[in-house]
């Protein structure tokens, strides 16, 4: 099915069309084509976690974990707060979840040519 005016809201059609929104859109999109970083925010989807954490989910280094986490709060899609000496990691909101799940949905129907 082809991409088109016709088969968005008029919202959506709308901010298709405002290039600044379109490009917030592709630097969203370019986060989540990472395999860590789309780990990393699976991983959040269950609740917050800390920097040990998520290393130990995604299984790389820390340095590794802290660059993913900080383009990742650069795009907006998390948020980190303080507790003590650790830092603790949440999603932004719930349209990250949301992303998140509709990718992983949409995946597992290519996987099992469920959605044909």
Same mark, same amino acid.
Do not use: P
């Given at each position: 099915?082809?991409?088109?005016?016709?088969?968005?809201?008029?919202?959506? !059609?709308?901010?298709?069309?405002? $290039?600044? %929104?379109?490009? #917030?859109?592709?630097?969203?999109?370019?986060?989540?084509?990472?395999?860590?970083?789309?780990?990393?925010?699976? &991983?959040?989807?269950? #609740? $917050?976690?800390?920097? /040990?954490?998520?290393? +130990?989910?995604?299984?790389? /280094?820390?340095?590794?974990? /802290?660059?993913?986490?900080?383009?990742? @709060?650069? @795009? =907006?899609?998390?948020? &980190?707060?303080? $507790? #003590?000496?650790?830092?603790?990691?949440?999603?932004?909101?719930?349209? %990250?979840?949301?992303?998140?799940?509709? =990718?992983? /949905?949409?995946? !597992? +129907?290519?996987?099992?040519? +469920?959605?044909?």
């Amino acid at each position: 099915m082809a991409c088109d005016a016709a088969h968005l809201d008029e919202k959506t !059609a709308r901010l298709a069309l405002d $290039e600044d %929104v379109v490009y #917030g859109a592709t630097q969203i999109f370019d986060a989540l084509s990472d395999y860590t970083r789309f780990r990393i925010l699976a &991983a959040l989807c269950a #609740g $917050e976690r800390s920097v /040990s954490e998520l290393q +130990e989910i995604c299984q790389v /280094s820390q340095s590794a974990i /802290s660059h993913q986490l900080r383009m990742l @709060r650069d @795009r =907006g899609l998390v948020f &980190a707060r303080r $507790e #003590g000496q650790r830092v603790i990691y949440r999603l932004a909101d719930e349209h %990250v979840a949301q992303l998140i799940g509709v =990718g992983l /949905s949409h995946a !597992a +129907e290519l996987t099992t040519g +469920e959605g044909e």
